[in-house]
């Protein structure tokens, strides 16, 4: 980020990382998925994803929930980039061919989410 760019707070995530704070812009989360005590985030522009330094339940609490969904206990996807959803095994395919599990329990909110 450069010196004179501005930070919209509202559309950001900040979280912990090995490199200190990150600003992450909420249309570049494509997902996030629990490792333990990190959490991984995946993100439209890396190949690699973001390991935070903060558990998922933290970083569900900040994030805007008419935009993020906890399809599962380890995963919180952003339904803006759903490519699509494969009923038989309870699966979301993200953009870039990421797939996420959806637990049973979660799959009719994400379905009434999605319409």
């Known amino acids: ?23 992450i812009n ?3 989360i494509i997902c996030l998925k629990a490792d333990r005590n990190y959490t991984e ?25 008419n935009v993020f969904f906890q399809c599962q206990r380890s995963y919180i996807i952003n339904t803006r980039h759903i490519s699509h959803y494969r009923k038989k095994c309870k699966e979301l395919v993200m953009i870039k061919e990421i797939t996420v599990p ?14």
């Not at 985030?41 to 929930?65: G, H, T, Y």
Request: overall charge negative; charged content about 25%.
């Open 41 to 65: 985030v995946f993100l439209v522009d890396k190949e690699k994803p973001l390991r935070a330094m903060e558990n998922i339940s933290s970083l569900n609490l900040v994030l805007p929930q």
């Open 26 to 28: 909420h249309d570049d």
């Open 102 to 115: 959806v637990s049973r329990s979660n799959e009719k909110g994400l379905l009434q989410r999605c319409r």
């Open 1 to 23: 980020m450069m010196a004179n760019e501005e930070v919209n707070i509202v559309n950001t995530l900040v979280c912990k990382a090995t490199e200190g704070l990150v600003f």
